[in-house]
């Protein structure tokens, strides 16, 4: 339990940003992160997990701390679905390529996410047509000021598109410490979404099988997403955002090659990417923060750009999106 000082935080962000922490340290368990909250409990605090959805700004004059609580274990079964409880401080992708190891169905299209399991309900991840909440049991959270464990089901996380109740009423309140996972033992392949069938059918797979569905979204990925080992990135800077129908079909006339497809609720959710690129960002590049040539939605970190030079774009991006079609984009990365 040792706490540096003045760290730079380059090593534990996706996007490379090089701030500095005024302390950091790292918990392995609830009692490591308890006794911390306690010692430092003037301090503003900063939760960390593989920091792949996060942009510094600045330096951050308080504590850091990194999580590392490890372990997965498969805690009860029914003729359906076995639960397995992960340490939140397990790699996410790591936690994916287990369950296909032990066939538990559910996690494969959501290969390749990168990040720590304690993230993932943050935001309720998603990636091909498969959100944290589909196979979402429940979680366990430590109240950063009361200083006690809470047990959250599906209903009390209020998950919605990349939101939870922990970004928002109950925004740095609680330090989630593990979660467990509903996995079904027989598959419910979903593969109708992105090129996931084309990418199948290119592998000449002979058997559908829940590690056939992860090779091929990985595949997909691999070939579309920058990789932050070697460009820094946090994946969509901003969420797709939604519309009523009727703004949608004024803008459709328009812009006849708008995209967007209806949700249940009938308003429309449009590419972000898509308005981005047609506001002429995508390849823009001024010193070293960009918009990626290949995927407009992800703005990168080509090598020493400051967290602040990312955020000015980011702002530059979300005024001419506006101007040009009315619509309010909205940040999905975390600004520190
Ligand atoms: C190349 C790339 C592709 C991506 N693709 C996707 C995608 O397809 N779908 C998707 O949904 N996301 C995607 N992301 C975003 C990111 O991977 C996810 O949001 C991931 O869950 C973040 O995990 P993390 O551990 O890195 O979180 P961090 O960046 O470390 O933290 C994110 C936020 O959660 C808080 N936090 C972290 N851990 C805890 C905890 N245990 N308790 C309380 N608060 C905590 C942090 O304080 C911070 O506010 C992508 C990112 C990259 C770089």
């Not at 290119?202 to 080992?229: F, G, H, M, Q, Y």
């Not at 459709?252 to 497809?261: A, D, L, N």
Request: glycine share 8%; charged share 25%.
């Amino acid at each position: 339990m040792q706490i540096q000082e003045n760290i730079s935080l380059q090593p534990y962000n996706s996007f490379g940003i090089g701030a500095k922490a005024r302390k950091f340290a790292s918990f392995k368990s609830t009692e490591e992160l308890s006794a911390f909250l306690t010692t430092e409990s003037k301090l503003p605090l900063l939760v960390l997990g593989g920091g792949s959805n996060i942009l510094f700004t600045k330096d951050f004059d308080g504590l850091v701390l990194k999580n590392e609580i490890k372990g997965i274990k498969k805690i009860d079964e029914d003729d359906e679905f076995v639960y397995v409880q992960s340490g939140s401080g397990e790699n996410w992708h790591q936690f994916v390529l287990l369950c296909i190891e032990n066939n538990w169905a559910g996690v494969e299209n959501l290969a390749l996410i990168p990040g720590c399991v304690g993230a993932s309900p943050m935001q309720n991840i998603g990636a091909y047509g498969v959100e944290l909440k589909d196979v979402f049991h429940e979680l366990k959270a430590f109240h950063r000021k009361e200083k006690t464990n809470y047990t959250f089901s599906l209903n009390d996380c209020d998950f919605g598109y990349r939101e939870s109740i922990f970004k928002r009423k109950y925004k740095d309140e609680f330090v989630i410490t593990s979660v467990t996972f509903r996995l079904r033992k027989q598959p419910i392949f979903n593969t109708s979404y992105g090129a996931i069938e084309q990418e199948l059918e290119r592998l000449t797979i002979s058997e559908l099988s829940i590690k056939a569905v992860a090779e091929a979204v990985i595949n997909i990925r691999s070939s579309k997403l920058p990789d932050p080992k070697e460009i820094g990135n946090a994946g969509s800077f901003f969420k797709n955002p939604e519309i009523n129908n009727e703004q949608f079909l004024i803008l459709q006339k328009e812009f006849p090659g708008i995209i967007g497809h209806t949700l249940p609720s009938g308003n429309i959710k449009l590419a972000a990417g898509w308005l981005i690129e047609q506001c002429g960002w995508k390849g823009y590049r001024k010193g070293d923060a960009g918009c990626h040539a290949k995927q407009a939605l992800v703005l990168v970190n080509y090598g020493n750009a400051k967290g602040d030079e990312i955020y000015n774009l980011s702002e530059a991006i979300f005024q001419s999106v506006k101007k040009k079609f009315g619509v309010m984009l909205e940040r999905e990365v975390n600004i520190v």
